[in-house]
Nanobody
Framework: QVQLVESGGGLVQAGGSLRLSCAASGRTFSSYTMGWFRQAPGKEREFVAAINRSGSKYYVHSVKGRFTISRDSAKNTVFLQMNLLKPEDTAVYYC?????????????????WGQGTQVTVSS
């Protein structure tokens, strides 16, 4: 069982930055593929980024070059550094953990989810 707690969301102007954190419980954190997803009002949950246990990363096209996912296994934490934020990045951001080694994008491939943190980007 893994518990995930996100933090770091907030209100920021377009062009600004935020850093999301996801603290995980459990001794096997380093073995999980970790992902970030987001869900805007009236829209489906969308994959944003993932990092596997080997450190390989994958991003959705719309955030490439602006967002960076990283993990600190010593602290059982995964981060999402978000730069050059746009109003269309506004959403609730969720951290998720998958037992799959591959960089999975479908939400159904993830086994554990955090409660989400709100990110609002004003124009």
């Amino acid at each position: 069982q893994v518990q995930l707690v996100e933090s770091g969301g907030g209100l920021v102007q377009a062009g600004g930055s935020l850093r999301l954190s996801c603290a995980a419980s459990g001794r096997t954190f380093s073995s999980y593929t970790m992902g970030w997803f987001r869900q805007a009002p009236g829209k489906e949950r969308e994959f944003v980024a993932a990092i596997n246990r080997s450190g390989s990363k994958y991003y959705v096209h719309s955030v490439k070059g602006r967002f960076t996912i990283s993990r600190d296994s010593a602290k059982n934490t995964v981060f999402l550094q978000m730069n050059l934020l746009k109003p269309e990045d506004t959403a609730v951001y969720y951290c998720a953990a998958s037992t799959m080694a591959a960089l999975a994008t479908p939400p159904t491939n993830y086994d554990y989810w955090g409660q989400g943190t709100q990110v609002t980007v004003s124009s």
